[in-house]
């Protein structure tokens, strides 16, 4: 039985990474969850994993709670008309990267709009696929709700109440906006980290041999999935246009002024650099705050079994809550460095603590 405030019934249409992770979020608050997709394998791992039972092809008994709609941008209209034909739920939504097109496509085919609020989850993984789902993946995370004017009241509090009950903070906001503002931190951030990734096809054995941590944070997000992207940049094409222009522009003058070389060029380059420092900043830190300056304790860790465990129960001794954490691992070596972000006034306390034990902390 649903916990109170929970939906008690949820149909979710797509069994990939986001709509099986949601799945997972609901099952643990009690909810019936049933599953469908139309890739059968996909939807049986969804079923092995114990996020719901495959959605019968007959009629249900009675209508679910919610439908959630975890198919590609491109899909979403229909599959919501094919859901509303069939009354499979008294309110419905979808969990789409790019919001404008689905609503007006939904519009166009003559969707009830009253059952419908989109929505996505700021969340996600390089991997995809069911077996990558997690249900903690949205604790904390912002679940943008994009309500049009038809929607009824019922229908705004149930989506809202899905994100809570995933453990999302519900973020409302326009489908133009919403639009606008995923080019600017998601889309276009994935093409360049694409296209800094592509370069390295052409590299030789010397420079991947000299790669570090700095290209390895820069292109992780290039490692997801191709035709995903495709359809969800070809759905949010005009923003993310705009995004990547300016963005170009940027890295053009910078190429035409260190080729230049003089004293005056390399100012303006740092002026870019600088902007950079500045946009970083503005970036929401921990708990969606402002960004805090942690100080780092680096340990070299031996790659073996149980190693990180040991390490953050000492960290749990000592009393000093570890912020963030990172491991850069030495080529060719069962070696990594392992770089802990803790409290300035709490570092020589954990630095101390883990010497105390046996490891090397440099400095």
Excluded at 56 to 64: C, Q, R
């Amino acid at each position: 039985m649903a916990e109170e405030g929970v939906p008690g019934r949820v149909i979710i249409v797509g069994t990939g990474l986001i709509g099986t992770s949601i799945a997972l979020a609901l099952r643990e608050r009690g909810t019936e969850v049933l599953l469908s997709d139309r890739d059968r394998s996909a939807l049986a791992v969804a079923v092995e994993l114990g996020a719901g039972e495959a959605l019968p092809d007959g009629p249900l008994d009675e209508p679910a709670d919610l439908v959630v709609l975890a198919v590609p941008p491109a899909a979403v209209a229909l599959s919501l008309m094919d859901a509303q034909k069939r009354g499979l739920a008294a309110a419905y939504t979808d969990v789409a990267s790019v919001k404008a097109l689905p609503l007006a496509q939904a519009a166009e085919l003559g969707c009830d709009l009253a059952t419908y609020v989109g929505g996505h989850p700021l969340a996600g993984r390089e991997r995809s696929g069911p077996a990558a789902a997690r249900h903690d993946l949205f604790l904390g995370r912002p679940w943008a709700l994009c309500p049009t004017a038809e929607a009824s009241a019922a229908t705004v509090a149930a989506v809202t109440g899905l994100a809570a009950a995933c453990g999302a903070t519900p973020v409302t906001v326009d489908a133009a906006e919403h639009d606008r503002a995923v080019a600017l931190v998601s889309h276009g951030p994935h093409v360049v980290s694409a296209a800094v990734a592509a370069r390295l096809t052409g590299a030789d054995g010397t420079a991947l041999g000299l790669a570090g941590q700095g290209v390895r944070d820069v292109t992780r997000i290039a490692a997801s999935d191709p035709r995903l992207w495709l359809g969800i940049l070809s759905a949010n094409a005009e923003p993310v246009a705009d995004v990547l222009e300016a963005v170009a522009t940027d890295l053009a003058v910078a190429a035409s002024l260190l080729r230049d070389g003089s004293e005056g060029a390399a100012a303006h380059v740092a002026d870019l650099l600088l902007r950079g420092n500045a946009g970083r900043a503005r970036i929401p830190g921990k708990h969606g705050g402002d960004q805090k300056t942690f100080a780092t304790v680096t340990v070299v860790i031996p790659d073996r079994p149980g190693e990180l465990a040991m390490i953050f129960q000492a960290a749990g001794i000592a009393g000093v809550n570890i912020e963030d954490v990172s491991i850069e691992h030495s080529p060719g070596r069962p070696l990594g460095a392992l770089e802990l972000s803790v409290q300035p006034e709490a570092a020589e306390t954990l630095a101390a603590e883990l010497r105390a034990r046996g490891w090397s902390v440099p400095g």
